[in-house]
């Protein structure tokens, strides 16, 4: 028979992304709605490890679906990834009385959950990120505010490329995956889009698009790289540069992608995947990543999850070269 699960721990680890705090706040909802107790972990794993904790009610999650970056910060953790540290993670969880904890992040974050439940405890897993590069889920919480970020600031340099005739090249984050880049890319119309999944042939996939929207009239230009392209956005400039001497300016997008107030698709998906982590721990399940498959909410077993693989959406990239005219 399932253990009754009493008292919960919810942390947000890895990068932040926008809706995590929407994701706590129904963790915290919901956990209420089941009768569960709920306790926050701050500062990711390095907090569950040193005790970092703050009590959390219906109150003091009001009110901030609608913020970016996450109420219980968060943090990178080399410790927590020895047996040492995981023995201590451990006991601050028998110290607070939890029977299981909700991990928000990325792949780094459901393998220590995976830690967690061989020593014993209930967990489940929600995938928040700006890449998209969780391979159970079709879509993770902050990729939606993400690229309407990147392409507010994309707007805006092509206001100044115009002006100048310039070539702008902008790096977009996404970590070792391009989805983020290559749907920014499509969104404003990008000359060209460069990401890691596909080998860059300099003539074909850059600088023809370019001649070719030169011969067309066009006096600016809006180059896309993920920032997993080896050299960077740098390097994609240089060669633009010396091939073709238009006057180039480069842009790192940075962490100005992460911020921001959630879109309602991510305070939504945060949401919904919240309340499906309380819900499965409250029925007894553990081991589970809350995923978004299409329409529905599904879940996946942790270890299936990580050993998972996802490839770049190839449709949306033929949709891209066919309109950028690469053939
Ligand atoms: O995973 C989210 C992400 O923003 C990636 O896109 C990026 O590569 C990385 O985190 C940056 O990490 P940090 O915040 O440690 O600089």
């Given at each position: 028979m399932a253990t009754e699960i009493k008292t919960i721990g919810v942390l947000t680890s890895g990068?932040?992304?926008?809706?995590?705090?929407?994701?706590?706040?129904?963790?915290?909802r919901a956990a209420l709605y089941y009768g569960i107790d709920c306790i926050g972990i701050r500062r990711g794993y390095h907090g569950l490890l040193n005790g970092d904790f703050t009590r959390l009610n219906f109150e003091s999650v009001s009110d901030i679906s609608r913020r970016g970056g996450t109420m219980l910060y968060?943090?990178?953790?080399?410790?927590?990834?020895?047996?040492?540290?995981?023995?201590?993670?451990?006991?601050?969880?028998?110290?607070?009385?939890?029977?299981?904890?909700?991990?928000?992040?990325?792949d780094g974050t459901f393998s220590g959950l995976l830690c967690l439940a061989k020593r014993g405890l209930s967990v489940v897993g929600i995938p928040g990120t700006i890449d998209n590069d969780i391979a159970c889920s079709s879509y993770t919480i902050g990729y939606d505010t993400a690229c309407n970020t990147a392409l507010e600031s994309i707007d805006k340099l092509r206001d100044t490329m115009q002006s100048h005739?310039?070539?702008?090249?902008?790096?977009?984050?996404?970590?070792?995956?391009?989805?983020?880049?290559?749907?920014?890319?499509?969104?404003?119309?990008?000359?060209?889009?460069i990401v890691p999944e596909h080998p860059v042939d300099y003539e074909a996939d850059l600088l023809e698009p370019i001649r070719r929207a030169r011969l067309a009239g066009r006096t600016h230009f809006m180059i896309i790289v993920a920032e997993g392209v080896?050299?960077?956005?740098?390097?994609?400039?240089?060669?633009?540069?010396?091939?073709?001497a238009l006057d180039t300016r480069v842009t790192v997008l940075g962490?100005?992608?992460?911020?921001?107030?959630?879109?309602?698709?991510?305070?939504?998906?945060?949401?919904?995947?919240g309340y499906e982590a309380v819900r499965l721990l409250a029925e007894g399940k553990t081991c589970r990543v809350v995923a978004l498959q299409g329409e529905n909410y599904v879940d996946y077993d942790?270890?299936?999850a990580l050993q998972m693989t996802k490839s770049l959406d190839q449709h949306t990239y033929e949709v891209m070269r066919a309109l950028t005219g690469v053939h």
């Open positions: 990068g932040d992304a926008p809706g995590m705090n929407a994701a706590i706040r129904a963790v915290v968060s943090a990178r953790s080399e410790e927590f990834k020895t047996p040492a540290g995981q023995e201590r993670a451990v006991a601050t969880c028998k110290m607070l009385g939890l029977d299981a904890l909700v991990g928000i992040g990325g005739e310039r070539c702008s090249v902008v790096e977009v984050m996404g970590h070792r995956a391009g989805h983020l880049a290559l749907t920014v890319g499509v969104a404003c119309g990008a000359t060209a889009v080896e050299g960077g956005a740098y390097s994609i400039g240089k060669v633009i540069e010396e091939a073709t962490h100005i992608q992460r911020g921001g107030s959630p879109s309602s698709r991510d305070r939504i998906t945060a949401t919904y995947m942790i270890t299936e």
